[in-house]
């Protein structure tokens, strides 16, 4: 079993294949954390430890004993007002004003299978593959209920934590801060590694100590941006790639978002991943029940490439659903840097042509195609068709794509509404808007308040108006600015906007899935803005970044891979100079980097030679035959872009048998030296053959010593390696 009770001791044990993680009911009912980490099989209270500890705060039902403080020890659900002056995990406004809570042990229930989150997302596994521990905790005197919900999935070295909270009380309570998931640790020394970054510029990696005080991530703007990415990795210093222990913690969640870590007075580490806390002030009443958005836990003994494929191999498996969970994406190229807004049916359709002349599958038609949209100041809200631009109906366009052989995509940005367009003029109050003031712009676009049912509705009726209109097998889903003008004319209570905000786009997004069961959704929010587990469960790839130059790239896809696996990042070839940067790189380092994920193009193929043709129906082929191993097989960091001469990165294969290998040089210098890129996952005492070459290695000798890189001259030179085990 992976969930065990110790009724001697009221200790709960949960047990992955690689991992422990356990807890304690004490004798005052408080449930306190003992351990997390590599797995055990025995009991760890003796950690916790009891002094006489100068102002902090004792619980008035344990008397005169000083040595007993929730200020200094470790547990599973902090809240505030009961002594504890850390960073809470719950903090509650009650009926009558005051601030504070105080959740003691009631009951715990086992049950075979994971549990889901009604309208959020969350991983799911069946009674094969998981189990799940929920324990009642109470506040005798609010009669405020959280319920802790753990899911085990032994064979991923996953837990994940949510819960459900009620107000079994009378009266409206306010819950003014959330969080699902607190790792407390009495011991050790840990840095944070955590991902920030701006629009075209995502997911940077930085590592630093956790010191004395607070050092929080988060966003304030509706989603979960590109600022900051809900994944947070603790590691003690040691660890690197292969080696040492280190603790993943990711929130399943889309939205505005806030994590911490705090070393306290006594030289314990706190860790907290959950909602953010501004402008979030939600009132339950009498009954009601308020659902958290889950956190996946993962711990990993062998440093931070296996961390992150547990991630992986739990979101392809158990967070992506649908006809694209695990197979190959088509090749697709997109309209957007092809044209911007300046095409017309004709040169569409003459990109389509030029694609399945190179082997690509899909045409996407991006921004443009609807109401009176030539540039991005109008008609967003307006999802119908401009049939004159495409100079025929949509239906027709769609047979005639269709009919070369080609699948056919589409461009919505449904969550957002341009005062220009006939939806704003004739429902204005459908977009969020302080009274009394004019608006934040974004993209010179208002955000349509999807807390409300109608307006959800309404759109979603738009959209499939579209999609019922032909064979639409793919929809690029944007969004293209952060929220402001936090108001809903109908909300009264305007603390729950971003949550319920949230809640109406996922019903969005489900009612979609269930309508169009063989759609592929990509997500989208100005490239990464939204780049989060939360979206996966809707979305199985996700457009990386705007930023399309390959060398950007490279350190973008370095950062997202700690998280997230190859086959949800969308990567695409597009033209040089780079429309982002300027820069110049080949078509084949290009290449080479988009096949780093999902992979596509993003240009006017019509502009080629015919030896850069010939190099593109290369790169279609290769890919097509590489893609089950991308999407599917284990992810190997085999340098830090950040740091190092040259990226390389590898997939293997989950039984070892095939491995590619790809390596692009960041610098070069005159009488350069030899560099050596050595290989993981490989099978000991086995030998591959390199397929383009036919040479034949010594597993071992590729990971001890690596192959060397072929001494050419130019910028920013890429390789790419297939293996083969055949000995």
């Known amino acids: 079993m992976a969930i065990l009770f110790d009724n001697n001791k009221n200790i709960f044990t949960l047990h992955t294949d690689n991992s422990t993680y356990q807890m304690q009911v004490d004798k005052y009912g408080f449930l306190l954390h003992l351990y997390y980490g590599r797995r055990t099989e025995g009991t760890m209270e003796y950690v916790l430890t009891y002094a006489d500890r100068g102002f902090s705060g004792i619980p008035y039902d344990v008397g005169p004993d000083r040595t007993y403080s929730m200020d200094a020890l470790p547990q599973e659900f902090p809240c505030q007002g009961n002594g504890d002056f850390r960073s809470p995990a719950i903090s509650v406004k009650n009926v009558d004003g005051s601030y504070g809570c105080d959740l003691r042990y009631k009951s715990y229930e086992v049950k075979k299978g994971k549990y889901g989150i009604k309208g959020l997302p969350a991983v799911y596994a069946d009674e094969t593959e998981a189990e799940t521990l929920e324990i009642l905790l109470e506040d005798s005197v609010t009669k405020l209920q959280v319920v802790l919900l753990y899911g085990v999935l032994p064979g991923y070295d996953v837990i994940t934590r949510s819960a459900r909270i009620v107000n079994a009380g009378e009266g409206t309570m306010y819950l003014e801060k959330v969080q699902s998931a607190c790792l407390d640790f009495v011991t050790g020394n840990f840095d944070l590694i955590s991902f920030y970054g701006r629009h075209a510029m995502e997911r940077n990696f930085q590592r630093r100590p956790v010191t004395h005080g607070s050092f929080k991530i988060g966003s304030r703007r509706g989603t979960s941006s590109h600022q900051y990415n809900p994944l947070m990795i603790l590691a003690r210093p040691d660890t690197n790639e292969d080696f040492g222990g280190c603790y993943g913690l990711a929130f399943v969640y889309s939205g505005s978002f806030q994590g911490e870590a705090e070393v306290d007075q006594y030289n314990q580490t706190r860790v907290l991943l959950g909602l953010q806390e501004e402008q979030f002030a939600y009132p339950l009443d009498t009954g009601e029940i308020f659902l958290v958005p889950e956190t996946v836990l993962t711990y990993s003994n062998q440093g931070l490439g296996k961390l992150s494929q547990n991630l992986h191999r739990c979101y392809r498996k158990h967070l992506c659903r649908g006809k694209y969970k695990e197979t190959a994406r088509p090749i697709l190229v997109n309209s957007w840097e092809a044209a911007y807004f300046n095409f017309d049916g004709k040169m569409l359709y003459d990109l389509a042509v030029h694609a399945a002349e190179l082997g690509i599958e899909m045409l996407v038609m991006d921004d443009g195609?609807?109401?009176?949209?030539?540039?991005?100041?109008?008609?967003?809200?307006?999802?119908?068709?401009?049939?004159?631009?495409?100079?025929?109906?949509?239906?027709?366009?769609?047979?005639?794509?269709?009919?070369?052989?080609?699948?056919?995509?589409?461009?919505?940005?449904?969550?957002?509404?341009?005062?220009?367009?006939?939806?704003?003029?004739?429902?204005?109050?459908?977009?969020?808007?302080?009274?009394?003031?004019?608006?934040?712009?974004?993209?010179?676009?208002?955000?349509?308040?999807?807390?409300?049912?109608?307006?959800?509705?309404?759109?979603?009726?738009?959209?499939?108006?579209?999609?019922?209109?032909?064979?639409?097998?793919?929809?690029?889903?944007?969004?293209?600015?952060?929220?402001?003008?936090?108001?809903?004319?109908?909300?009264?209570?305007?603390?729950?906007?971003?949550?319920?905000?949230?809640?109406?786009?996922?019903?969005?997004?489900?009612?979609?899935?269930?309508?169009?069961?063989?759609?592929?959704?990509?997500?989208?929010?100005?490239?990464?803005?939204?780049?989060?587990?939360?979206?996966?469960?809707?979305?199985?790839?996700?457009?990386?970044?705007?930023?399309?130059?390959?060398?950007?790239?490279?350190?973008?896809?370095?950062?997202?891979?700690?998280?997230?696996?190859?086959?949800?990042?969308?990567?695409?070839?597009?033209?040089?100079?780079?429309?982002?940067?300027?820069?110049?790189?080949?078509?084949?380092?290009?290449?080479?980097?988009?096949?780093?994920?999902?992979?596509?193009?993003?240009?006017?193929?019509?502009?080629?030679?015919?030896?850069?043709?010939?190099?593109?129906?290369?790169?279609?082929?290769?890919?097509?035959?590489?893609?089950?191993?991308?999407?599917?097989?284990?992810?190997?960091?085999?340098?830090?872009?950040?740091?190092?001469?040259?990226?390389?990165?590898?997939?293997?294969?989950?039984?070892?048998?095939?491995?590619?290998?790809?390596?692009?040089?960041?610098?070069?210098?005159?009488?350069?030296?030899?560099?050596?890129?050595?290989?993981?996952?490989?099978?000991?005492?086995?030998?591959?053959?390199?397929?383009?070459?036919?040479?034949?290695?010594?597993?071992?000798?590729?990971?001890?010593?690596?192959?060397?890189?072929?001494?050419?001259?130019?910028?920013?030179?890429?390789?790419?390696?297939?293996?083969?085990?055949?000995?």
Request: aromatic content about 12%.
């Open 369 to 727: 195609w609807f109401g009176k949209r030539n540039d991005d100041n109008s008609s967003l809200g307006d999802w119908v068709v401009n049939e004159e631009k495409l100079g025929e109906p949509l239906k027709d366009f769609i047979e005639k794509i269709n009919g070369l052989g080609m699948k056919f995509g589409i461009w919505f940005e449904p969550e957002c509404v341009n005062e220009d367009s006939d939806l704003y003029r004739e429902h204005p109050d459908w977009a969020l808007h302080t009274p009394g003031r004019k608006p934040i712009l974004g993209r010179n676009q208002l955000i349509l308040d999807f807390t409300r049912k109608e307006v959800v509705d309404a759109v979603f009726d738009q959209m499939c108006n579209v999609l019922d209109q032909g064979n639409i097998e793919y929809v690029k889903w944007d969004m293209n600015r952060s929220m402001t003008d936090m108001y809903s004319v109908v909300a009264g209570e305007q603390g729950r906007i971003a949550y319920d905000y949230m809640l109406g786009l996922y019903d969005f997004l489900e009612r979609l899935m269930a309508r169009y069961p063989n759609l592929l959704i990509e997500g989208c929010s100005g490239g990464g803005g939204r780049f989060d587990a939360g979206m996966l469960y809707y979305t199985p790839q996700i457009w990386c970044s705007d930023n399309t130059d390959a060398l950007d790239r490279i350190r973008i896809q370095y950062g997202t891979s700690f998280g997230y696996p190859a086959g949800a990042v969308g990567s695409h070839v597009s033209v040089v100079p780079n429309e982002q940067t300027g820069r110049i790189t080949s078509l084949e380092t290009r290449g080479v980097v988009a096949m780093a994920g999902v992979f596509g193009y993003e240009m006017n193929l019509g502009n080629l030679s015919e030896a850069e043709k010939e190099i593109v129906k290369e790169q279609v082929q290769k890919y097509r035959s590489y893609a089950p191993l991308i999407q599917n097989g284990l992810y190997y960091r085999l340098s830090n872009p950040f740091e190092d001469t040259l990226a390389a990165w590898e997939f293997v294969s989950e039984d070892g048998t095939e491995a590619l290998v790809s390596v692009v040089m960041l610098e070069i210098h005159g009488n350069m030296t030899a560099n050596y890129v050595r290989l993981k996952g490989l099978k000991s005492g086995r030998s591959y053959q390199e397929q383009e070459s036919g040479c034949v290695y010594d597993a071992d000798a590729l990971r001890e010593i690596g192959i060397p890189l072929p001494l050419k001259g130019g910028e920013y030179q890429a390789y790419q390696y297939y293996f083969k085990i055949v000995g």
